[in-house]
T-cell receptor, first 114, second 116 residues
């Protein structure tokens, strides 16, 4: 069975500093990878996804993630964070042939401070 | 686009009563909707997959007689927690998949259930 590990439950960072939220997955077959963001009192929103092609994917608000098959990772990065990036970030995976079901990590709380 | 709503956002009920939660896709049609449960500090746990016009598929360990799912139209799925008990208190989240985006799920804001 597949699983998703987000080792950091909380990541505090100062505004304008870079940040990396780590995500590792385990699966014996091909996967599709996602990052979702949950702002306070809101539902999950898709931030970015890797389906195929270029291993580096970007979001419209400056986040990027790189699929690394050898390290089974899909870490999320942003070179300069803003206060408004404070949220819970979830990494998730869909396993090919698994009925398109999302398996989520436990989430990482990103707290951006002044 | 791709907005999913849930109603109610919060509900408090007495033990032994039933609670219905609605999940609606507001601007698209969803052949498939998913119901998740989220515990504090935990990831989302898939409870069941709801397909329009057919019976829901439940994940292992989820009681189908306790968590009744109905997906009667392409824009509405309901989850009914029957004979609720305090251990059913949780955050319930639905998501919907549209007719074209087979891999992307759009999530509702969630429903906080507290059973006294």
């Amino acid at each position: 069975a597949q699983s998703v590990t987000q080792l950091d439950s909380q990541v505090p960072v100062f505004e304008e500093a870079p940040v990396e939220l780590r995500c590792n997955y385990s699966s014996s077959v091909s996967v599709y990878l996602f990052w979702y963001v949950q702002y306070p009192n809101q539902g999950l929103q898709l931030l970015l996804k890797y389906l195929s092609g270029s291993t580096l994917v970007e979001s419209i608000n400056g986040f990027e993630a790189e699929f690394n098959k050898s390290q089974t990772s899909f870490h999320l990065r942003k070179p300069s964070v803003h206060i408004s990036d404070t949220a819970e970030y979830f990494c998730a995976v869909i396993v090919t042939g698994g009925g398109n079901k999302l398996t989520f990590g436990t989430g990482t709380q990103l707290k951006v401070e002044l | 686009g791709a907005v999913v709503s849930q109603h109610p956002s919060r509900v408090i009920c007495k033990s032994g009563t039933s609670v219905k939660i609605e999940c609606r896709s507001l601007d698209f049609q969803a052949t498939t909707m998913f119901w998740y449960r989220q515990f504090p500090k935990k990831s989302l746990m898939l409870m069941a997959t709801s397909n329009e016009g057919s019976k829901a598929t439940y994940e292992q360990g989820v009681e189908k007689d306790k968590f009744l799912i109905n997906h009667a139209s392409l824009t509405l799925s309901t989850l009914t927690v029957t004979s609720a008990h305090p251990e059913d208190s949780s955050f319930y989240i639905c998501s919907a998949r549209d007719l074209t985006g087979q891999l992307t799920q759009y999530f509702g804001p969630g429903t906080r259930l507290l059973v006294l």
